[in-house]
């Protein structure tokens, strides 16, 4: 029984793997299931096996990557008071430097959301526990709009930003200059 749920498991994760490298490849709105499966050199009915749809994939990566974001809330320098501009850069930093690593699917679920309400709606529920915690992070500052609404603002600006660079990375900045001018204007915006 454990040799079964270890080959179904790597078949899972080698679904996924491969659906990343297609993603990066020709977007995850021109990407089939096909796709995928051919990638991982798996039949089309195992990927059934594993996911209902190319949606459910792409929430099952999001659930891997909340995973992973959680990991990293556990790392050395984490600080949790947005009054200290050090704590601010060290989100934006880390967020940046996630955001590099899973660009692909982070580039999908922008592309899913865009296009499918239903999914959209889903991907704001798997990130509210996040954007909760976010709020906390900026007790004693009385941001505009409160607590909540300025966690929004904040995550918003930081995705947005960090999506376009990537896109088409600014020559008039690079990577740290970007992450410092964001910072400062994440900071100064929260401390208004």
């Known amino acids: ?3 079964r749920r270890q080959q179904a498991a790597q078949t899972e994760a080698e679904l996924k793997a491969a659906a990343i490298r ?3 490849r020709v977007g995850y709105l021109n990407t089939k299931i096909t796709d995928i499966t051919a990638e991982a050199g798996r039949a089309t009915g195992s990927f059934y096996k594993h996911f209902p749809s190319k949606e459910k994939l792409l929430e099952a990566l999001l659930a891997d990557l909340l ?3 959680d990991a990293n809330a556990e ?4 600080r949790d008071d947005f009054r200290d501009r050090e704590a601010v850069r060290w989100h934006v930093a880390v967020y940046w430097a996630f955001y590099r690593d899973h660009r692909a699917v982070m580039s999908a679920l922008q592309q899913a959301a865009t296009v499918d309400e239903e999914f959209a709606r889903r ?3 798997m990130l509210e526990p996040d954007l909760h915690h976010l709020a906390g992070h900026l007790a004693g ?3 505009p709009g409160g607590p909540l609404v300025a966690a929004s603002f904040f995550t918003s600006t930081l ?4 999506a376009a660079w990537f896109t088409d990375p600014s020559p008039a900045a690079g990577e740290d200059e ?3 001018a964001l910072t400062t204007f994440l900071h100064h915006g929260l401390g208004g």
């Open 1 to 3: 029984m454990g040799t």
């Open 123 to 125: 991907s704001r529920e």
């Open 159 to 162: 995705s947005a930003v960090t």
């Open 67 to 69: 995973a992973e974001g």
């Open 75 to 78: 790392l050395a320098g984490h």
């Open 141 to 143: 500052l009385n941001p």
């Open 22 to 24: 297609v993603f990066a």
């Open 178 to 180: 970007t992450i410092e």
